[in-house]
């Protein structure tokens, strides 16, 4: 049994969900695929994939074999590549996790010039704003926003991100605009963040010439997920302290107006995260560069 063969004929049938199609993708016979399949299976002493007249379906142990075949098969086209002329063009899958606001926003809208510049990079994105683990579900990298506090990983900081304080202008029209951060607390009604992780509830913080000021404010709503979040200050539900680049179309369209003119909050850090043992990765490698790139020409360095 080619037993590399057996594992790519494997993967092949789990992405594409049929024997057929992957036949087609990988460009040979069905019934050599189908062989493939069954060589691996009876190497294994176990079933990978359930099989009907209508479907194609992957095991438990089918999902965890899979996994472990990625990574492994992603580590050897890298250890190809680093030891060939093939470092200029990095190829292979890559897996990333972002949170959604970022994703929709900033990252998705560039990736055709990152496939251009990398053709051979197939990238996986995932929309998350809960920690990942990056070994146990095989995630390349991540970028995150905030302090990264796990000294076990590598963070590489690309950008910082701003904050804007508004409200749509349905809300100001009922409420009126607030003159100092306290008056949310009293006088008017915040749109409330928490953690998708921890639960945690984040105060609105400002600052004014050496003053600070923390309030968590009077709430009707809470998010835990930046577009709700968005969607929710656009509906007039209350005032929001959100990312600039979320809020810039907004304002420059009239859907939100700018309060608390003259104070802002402190920048937040937005750093891309890898495992060590990823740290030589070319594709790893030329993303973070990219994204560094990116970030920066969103006015997010």
């Known amino acids: 049994m080619d037993q590399l063969a057996a594992m790519r004929a494997f993967m092949r049938v789990v992405e594409t969900g049929s024997f057929t199609r992957a036949a087609d993708a990988l460009d040979m016979p069905k019934a050599t695929l189908t062989k ?5 299976e009876a190497h294994l002493s176990t079933r990978l994939l359930n099989r009907t007249t209508r479907r194609v379906t992957v095991t438990p142990d089918g999902a965890a074999y899979y996994e472990r075949a990625l990574a492994l098969l992603n580590d050897l086209a890298e250890l190809d590549s680093s030891m060939s002329a093939a470092q200029a063009n990095p190829r292979g899958r890559l897996r990333i996790d972002l949170p959604p606001s970022l994703a929709v926003e900033v ?47 590598i963070a590489r900081r690309i950008g910082q991100m701003p904050f804007l304080t ?63 979040y968005l969607a929710a200050g656009l509906a007039g539900l209350g005032i929001l ?53 990116r970030f920066a020409r969103a006015q997010l360095a």
Do not use: K
């Open 107 to 153: 990252l998705i809208p560039a990736l055709p010039d990152f496939a251009a510049r990398y053709p051979d990079i197939q990238v996986d994105v995932g929309c998350t704003d809960r920690p990942v683990d990056l070994l146990g579900e095989n995630v390349d990298c991540v970028i995150r926003v905030g302090e990264i506090r796990d000294p076990s990983l």
């Open 36 to 40: 493939h399949v069954q060589q691996l």
């Open 241 to 293: 302290q959100v990312p600039a680049f979320m809020a810039a179309r907004h304002v420059a369209e009239g859907a939100l107006v700018p309060v608390l003119a003259g104070w802002d909050s402190e920048p937040l850090p937005i750093h891309v995260v890898y495992a060590p043992n990823r740290h030589l990765s070319n594709r790893v490698r030329v993303f973070v560069d990219w994204a560094a790139d």
């Open 166 to 228: 508004c409200a749509a202008p349905s809300y100001v029209a009922a409420r009126g605009i607030p003159r100092h951060p306290r008056d949310l607390d009293v006088d008017h009604h915040i749109v409330r963040y928490f953690s998708e992780a921890t639960g945690r509830y984040y105060d609105h913080a400002f600052r004014r010439s050496g003053e600070v000021v923390e309030v968590a404010g009077r709430y009707r709503v809470a998010c835990n997920d930046g577009l709700a």
